[in-house]
């Protein structure tokens, strides 16, 4: 995964891949920025659709919540056993994250299609619209994730990752405390204020 | 090898114990922000949740991401993006005079 | 661990490459059609940008003056209001996101490794899939011309006119889709530059020390990482809209369209800056070098660059000054937008401080740096009046704004284009541009410009609206300011500029039969991609430099002379040279070409299809992106030696330096 051009040390003797992908996160803020805003401009207009509060399951939310938030923590165990160059914890702990991570995404699909059966469908209303978009871009998000940690133990069962395998598990760790942390804002915002 | 592993245990100067520690905080606070939906905070309620949501995000980004250990280029990059995407979305906002309903 | 020079075996040998699934080897050629078509080098993958983004140049100006023959006289008869439409709005789309954008991504991605002293980027692979995305992007949002017509919202595609129900054809559905894959292109490339840049550079190369354009390609690179998201998001609200039935631009449904202009300008001013900055970046090289002296101010034009880039962000409302924003709102976004014309007066004043007192020497490169900067400036001028909000309410949607566009685009970034290319041709291919060809080239194009957009500003402070596909004697007027004569005017002055740019392509084919060569250091340049061959061989630079100076090139070749405290030239281009090839460095790792760049951007544009056309398509795309993903993570960067059948040691082709011409 490392394209390193040249066998001079970097100017600053980090690495490429970790540099390129906290330019990318910082960049993935302004996406996420603008489908929050988009939301929090259009979250009380429901067009007679239901409301947020009338349809938003918070103690469902909260749990699966609090699994996408443990799955952070499996993470940084990951990819602590990496550095350790503990192959056997690292997959272990990869795997158990992809479990959270999809036991949240089965979570999403749950409720959206149960807020689909109370009335809110992706073309109700504004509110409709932006929310199904924010939630599923995020949920997208951490599908690709889940898809990145289990291609992971394949190849890493394999061991032929091209590469340093630490940097390589810090890297989807990166990506995947991202998608963490945006729901952290997406669940404060989204459903804990209550509109 | 071994002094492979040393430096990197100190590059990212946390162990396992301390990354458990800091989820339980956070799991703590979730708990926290969730009571307030069964709790009334009263006029606390906005703030004490948008506090809690920024004191989460930033022990993530702090600890499990090692933003507070690593090279201040990665904060660099990352605030630069979530400053400027907190100032220009929130004008934008304030243009739909949202924040004065 | 390839090396570099691979003189093309006289003697078929064979090649086992590595290989990815167990089938595909790994692509090794360094000559013929799949050298450039797999290739990772930053230089090919410039030249394949720049050629490119000239091919849309092409494009643009023929629907621009199509768009003229129109206007020429009352009552055009050359393009019907529909097909004017979609002419202005894929115009501007064209020239704006597939020229002056990807020329742009094509010098930087060229000269930037050579400016800072780098064998290549930091990702050449990802360099290789930002090229092909742009190409299949900037394809697929022209297939909509022969798929029912083209987007023909203006190139701002306003909502709600931009939702299914005003425009009903799939233009829009490839616009926004074309546009989303060449995002990715700028996205990537983005954060390829920024980590080049920040990690590539030469022993000594501090930030402070890093030539001037170098540092406006980054501005950019950064303005692109952080606005390019932000029309993301705009893109997909509206696809979304458009094929899946949300509703974010139906009024109907209670929606506000201003969200659009809003995200649409939020990236829409950073994207100006975006344009503009690169040229002022080549300029910036081109005046130093043709006034012999140093940049005036270097720390002011880069801060002030750097200020351009942070106060960009905060001025998009100007757009939107007619909309009804509020009285508060235009105050604000009124006074930030008189600012920012601060930071880009500081630069114009480096720039004339530059040329005062130096010896100037009249190459068609500095000619067109001078018409930048007056051109420019004219501009600049037009722009501070639509700052005045009251002001502007008068001039928003006339002929008035479309001068003043043209100005700073054409004028500005159009010129600096150009005077890059005179600059660093010989350097790219080894031949000096014609320069009586290029005089003609450079005055046509000023004259043609000045005739064509300067009446514009007559003609939309008479009150011709922009967008308006036909006009009647009955309203032209009379008198001197009557519309009939500017607009002929006008359209006689497109088709002078279309001669000079003629004369542009005419001399690079003149260029191209002429076989004498450029000297090495033709213009006795300051950076450091003049301290390599021409053109430069595949890994860049011998010995990699080390950096005591700015201009470092140029103080390895002048040295103070302590007596008189005047510039005494102690070494020659070819001196510099050949010490460099005596001390070459041994073993040189570059990156190897690789399938899977354009396998992957080929996936992307075959996903947009699906989307307005059938979903099992997209599939189709989606399985493709993935199977190219995977051979991407599975190979390494750099293949192995065995791939390469020249690396036999003891041959002496294993050595840099032992075997070059
Ligand atoms: C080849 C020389 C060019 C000519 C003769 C030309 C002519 C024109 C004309 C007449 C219009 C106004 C159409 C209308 O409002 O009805 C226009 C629009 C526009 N042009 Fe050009 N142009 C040229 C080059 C460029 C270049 C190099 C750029 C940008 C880099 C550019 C960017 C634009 C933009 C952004 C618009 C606005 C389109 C809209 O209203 O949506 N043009 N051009
Ligand atoms: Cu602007």
């Known amino acids: 995964m490392t394209d390193v051009a040249h066998d001079h040390a970097s100017s600053t003797g980090i690495s490429n891949v970790k540099l390129g992908m906290w330019a990318f996160l910082g960049s993935e803020c302004l996406l996420f920025g603008g489908l929050i805003s988009t939301y929090m401009l259009y979250r009380g207009r429901v067009s007679g659709g239901p409301r947020p509060s009338q349809i938003f399951d918070i103690p469902f939310t909260s749990v699966s919540s609090f699994v996408l938030l443990m799955s952070s923590l499996t993470m940084v165990l990951a990819v602590s056993a990496a550095h350790k160059e503990d192959d056997r914890k690292t997959n272990l702990w990869l795997t158990v994250t992809a479990l959270l991570g999809a036991t949240f995404v089965g979570g999403q699909v749950y409720e959206f299609t149960a807020f689909y059966k109370e009335g809110l469908g992706f073309s109700t209303s504004l509110f409709g619209s932006s929310f199904y978009t924010l939630t599923g871009f995020h949920g997208v998000h951490v599908t690709v994730g889940i898809i990145m940690l289990m291609s992971l133990v394949g190849i890493l069962k394999r061991s032929s990752v091209p590469g340093k395998k630490a940097e390589v598990v810090e890297m989807i760790g990166l990506y995947w405390h991202f998608v963490d942390i945006v729901w952290i804002i997406i669940f404060t915002l989204v459903y804990l204020i209550p509109v | ?101 | ?661």
């Open chain 2, 1 to 101: 090898m071994t002094t492979n592993t040393a430096e990197t245990k100190q590059e990212h100067g946390m162990s396992d114990a301390g990354y458990i520690r800091i989820a339980i905080i956070l799991a703590a606070i979730t708990g926290l922000e969730v009571s307030t939906y069964y709790v009334d905070f009263g006029v606390l309620f906005l703030p004490a949740l948008l506090i809690m949501m920024v004191i989460k995000f930033v022990m993530v980004v702090s600890y499990f991401m090692h933003l507070k250990f690593d090279n201040k280029i990665f904060s660099f990059l990352f605030y630069a993006g979530l400053v400027l995407a907190v100032g220009v979305y929130a004008a934008f906002l304030a243009t739909f005079k949202f924040f004065i309903q």
């Open chain 3, 1 to 661: 661990m390839a090396i570099i020079e691979r003189p093309a075996p006289t003697v078929p040998a064979i090649v086992t490459p590595t290989s990815t699934y167990g089938l595909l080897k790994r692509p090794v050629s360094t000559t013929g059609w799949r050298s450039w078509v797999f290739t990772v080098d930053h230089k090919k993958l410039g030249i394949m940008y720049a050629a490119t983004a000239m091919f849309f140049f092409i494009v643009g100006g023929v629907e621009a003056l199509l768009i003229r023959l129109q206007l020429a006289a009352p009552n055009g008869k050359v393009l019907n209001a529909d097909l004017y439409n979609q002419m202005f709005t894929m115009h501007a789309t064209t020239m704006v996101f597939l020229f002056v954008m990807p020329m742009a991504a094509g010098f930087a991605n060229y000269f930037v490794p050579l400016q800072i002293g780098a064998r290549d980027v930091a990702f050449p692979r990802l360099n290789a899939f930002g090229f092909w995305a742009f190409l299949f992007g900037g394809i697929f949002l022209n297939l909509a011309w022969f798929l029912g017509g083209a987007a023909d919202g203006g190139w701002f595609m306003y909502a709600p006119n931009s939702g299914p129900v005003f425009s009903p054809s799939h233009g829009v559905d490839f616009w926004a889709l074309g546009l989303q894959i060449t995002g990715i292109a700028s996205l990537t490339g983005a954060i390829n530059l920024i980590i080049t840049v920040l990690n590539m550079r030469a022993p000594g190369m501090t930030l402070m020390k890093m030539p001037i354009f170098t540092w406006m390609i980054t501005v950019v690179q950064f303005l692109l990482l952080f606005a390019v998201p932000v029309i993301t998001v705009a893109l997909f609200l509206l696809s979304f809209q458009r094929n899946f039935g949300a509703q974010f631009f139906d009024v109907a449904a209670g929606a506000d369209p201003l969200l659009w202009q809003h995200l649409f300008w939020i990236f829409g001013h950073p994207e100006v800056y975006i344009l503009i900055l690169p040229s002022f970046g080549i300029v910036s090289e081109v005046l130093p070098v043709f006034s012999r002296k140093p940049l005036f101010g270097y720390p002011f034009v880069v801060f002030s660059g750097a200020a351009i880039g942070f106060v960009g962000w905060g001025v998009w409302a100007h757009h939107m000054f007619a909309s009804g924003l509020g009285p508060v709102s235009v105050a604000v976004f009124s006074l930030t937008t008189m600012a920012i014309a601060v930071p880009t007066g500081v630069k114009i004043i480096n720039w004339t401080l530059t040329m005062w007192g130096g010896k100037l020497w009249f190459t068609t490169a500095m000619k067109f740096a001078i018409g930048l900067i007056v051109l420019f400036t004219v501009g600049g001028l037009s722009g501070v009046t639509h700052a005045v909000a009251p002001s502007d309410t008068q001039q928003t949607d006339t002929y008035y704004i479309v001068a003043h566009f043209h100005y700073v685009l054409f004028g500005g970034a159009v010129l600096g284009i150009f005077s890059g290319f005179y600059y660093w041709w010989p350097k790219v291919f080894g031949k000096m541009l014609n320069e009586k060809i290029g005089s003609w080239n450079f005055w046509l194009m000023v004259i043609g410009l000045n005739m064509t957009f300067g009446p514009m500003h007559i003609l939309g402070l008479q009150g011709q609206p922009r967008r308006m596909y036909q006009w009647t004697e009955a309203r032209a007027g009379e008198g001197f300011f009557n519309l009939a004569f500017w607009n002929l005017v006008a359209s006689i002055g497109s088709f002078i500029l279309s001669v000079g740019i003629l004369m542009f392509l005419i001399n690079v084919v003149v260029t191209a039969r002429n076989p004498k060569k450029a000297p090495l250091d033709p213009w006795n340049a300051r950076s450091l991609e003049w301290m390599t061959s021409n053109p430069p061989k595949e890994h860049n630079f011998d010995v990699i430099p080390t950096v005591h100076h700015l201009d470092e090139f140029f103080h390895q070749k002048f040295e103070e002379d302590e007596a008189t405290h005047t510039m005494k030239q102690v070494r020659t281009a070819e001196e510099i040279m050949a010490e460099q090839e005596r001390n070459a460095d041994k073993h040189i790792h570059m990156p190897s070409p690789s399938y899977w760049p354009i396998v992957l951007a080929f996936g992307l544009p075959i996903i947009t299809f699906g989307l307005i056309y059938s979903h099992l398509i997209s599939v189709v795309g989606g399985v493709i992106v993935l199977f190219a993903a995977y051979g991407w993570a599975l190979e390494s960067s750099t293949a192995p030696d065995s791939d390469f059948e020249t690396n036999t040691p003891g041959t002496g082709l294993d050595k840099v330096g032992a075997n070059h011409d």
